[in-house]
């Protein structure tokens, strides 16, 4: 009976094809994932405080080239602070929720370019575009064109043309005037980071499902929120541990996605 026991297991691992030695140390994901890439990125600043240490931490954390990875920022221009401001806005279940603004922090938005990051338009007031006062041609137009008005008058002219719908809502009002502008509409994999209450370790199993299911022949963009407060106090820490799963941290470059 103790004999028939022991060989359970063993029967089961050979069956699987499956050497227990090997098994032991290396599951067979892990092989898998090892050549998964992925890039960050961060939405809803630019903030004071938050924004900063999320930068600070960034230069600390190396892509595979050895250097401080570089990430995408997809900046607000002008979020409204009064309450019945954000009822224009913002999505109903986001009211409390305080956002960035290049406007209101030049200084924090030119610190992101000169650390090499790359700058995207998130709109000019995080627009819900499923407000049916939002969701027309030409307040999409004026989202997209106050914001390039704020940004080039902080970070002067750019080239780089990318846009990323708030609340990732992409209609057809969104879709066609990106691009009519010339716009790269660059989407992603949220991290669930706007989860209130969400903690550290959720996000670390979360964001650890979301590479372990990579299939994609091009890099996995995460998002982040620089204003939220499981990004801006663990970043390193969720980054690092993907790093320690043998998932490869690369610069972020649209070009690739
Ligand atoms: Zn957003």
Redesign the pocket.
């Known amino acids: 009976m103790k004999h028939s026991i022991c060989l359970i297991p063993l029967i089961a691992s050979l069956m699987s094809g499956c050497m227990i030695g090997l098994d032991a140390g290396y599951p067979r994901e892990q092989t898998i994932t090892r050549s998964v890439e992925f890039m960050l990125s961060f939405?809803?600043g630019p903030r004071p405080n938050t924004t900063e240490r999320v930068l600070d931490m960034l230069a600390t954390l190396k892509a595979t080239d050895g250097t401080p990875v570089k990430a995408g920022f997809?900046l607000?221009a002008d979020a409204p602070d009064e309450f019945w401001q954000r009822w224009i806005y913002y999505a109903p279940y986001e009211l409390w929720s305080d956002?960035g603004s290049i406007a209101k922090y030049p200084t924090i938005a030119v610190r992101i370019q000169r650390a090499g990051h790359i700058i995207g338009n998130?709109s000019t007031h995080?627009a819900w575009f499923r407000w049916p006062w939002l969701d027309t041609p030409e307040a999409v137009l004026s989202e997209f064109t106050e914001w390039e008005a704020i940004s080039q008058r902080v970070l002067g002219i750019s080239n780089v043309r990318l846009f990323?719908p708030?609340?990732l809502i992409l209609n057809t009002n969104v879709r066609e005037t990106a691009n009519r502008l010339g716009y790269r509409v660059v989407m992603g994999e949220s991290v669930g980071d706007t989860i209130p209450g969400i903690t550290v370790d959720v996000v670390k199993q979360r964001t650890q499902s979301i590479l372990a299911a990579w299939n994609r022949p091009y890099p996995c963009l995460l998002i982040f929120?620089d204003n939220r407060p499981t990004t801006y106090r663990h970043l390193d820490e969720i980054v690092g541990s993907l790093q320690q799963q043998g998932f490869r941290l690369v610069h972020f470059d649209p070009k690739r996605l």
């Open positions: 939405d809803d997809f607000l956002k998130h995080h990323r708030p609340n929120h």
